[in-house]
T-cell receptor
């Protein structure tokens, strides 16, 4: 089955700096890669996603890049703010249609943004 | 994700007891999922259903059971066979566009 590795497990940055979180996956059939943000005790919230036919996607301060050859994808957050502090999860799916929610998650990265 | 509800928010189970977690969605999504989250870890798939009256095991289905009698509802039963059920349980749903949205979760504790 699919295996997703996520690094680093913790990341501490100063407000205004950039943050990068990296994930690798094992199943070459995976074709959908979402990122979720989870605040303490809350549900995961989808912040950005990318499909395998796209190499990069950007939404304001957040961007995701995908390298299918290396089976590697990354989350980039620019101009970080204290409210960006949370746990971030990457995930991968090889499903189509109604199977896109069948996700394999990474272990999570605790991001702390210091004012 | 505001269209997915889970109840109860907190649940306490005694040894040997079965408990059922509720998940309802009004997003008209075909697919629904149950995930388990342990402290400091990622989410793991328990069961999923792509259509009414059909469901498949995920990675950690042992000790759990589900039903999908209605499109809107996907309850999860944690049976006494699940030896370590204390966790945060998250229900999700998705449409054919793929994006999965999560409910607020149920925190289950074994007494």
């Amino acid at each position: 089955g699919e295996n997703v590795e996520q690094h680093p497990s913790t990341l501490s940055v100063q407000e205004g700096d950039s943050a990068v979180i990296k994930c690798t996956y094992s199943d070459s059939a995976s074709n959908y890669f979402p990122w979720y943000k989870q605040e303490l005790g809350k549900r995961p919230q989808l912040i950005i996603d990318i499909r395998s036919n796209v190499g990069e996607k950007k939404d304001q301060r957040i961007a995701v890049t995908l390298n299918k050859t290396a089976k590697h994808f990354s989350l980039h957050i620019t101009e970080t703010q204290p409210e960006d502090s949370a746990v971030y999860f990457c995930a991968a799916s090889s499903g189509g249609g109604t199977s896109y929610g069948k996700l394999t998650f990474g272990q999570g990265t605790i991001l702390t943004v210091h004012p | 994700d505001g269209g997915i509800t889970q109840s109860p928010k907190y649940l306490f189970r005694k040894e040997g007891q079965n408990v059922t977690l509720s998940c309802e969605q009004n997003l008209n999504h075909d697919a629904m999922y149950w995930y388990r989250q342990d402290p400091g870890q990622g989410l793991r798939l328990i069961y999923y259903s792509q259509i009414v009256n059909d469901f498949q095991k995920g990675d950690i289905a042992e000790g759990y059971s589900v039903s999908r009698e209605k499109k809107e509802s996907f309850p999860l039963t944690v049976t006494s066979a699940q030896k370590n059920p204390t966790a945060f349980y998250l229900c999700a749903s998705s449409a054919t566009s793929g994006r999965a949205f999560f409910g607020p979760g149920t925190r289950l504790t074994v007494l």
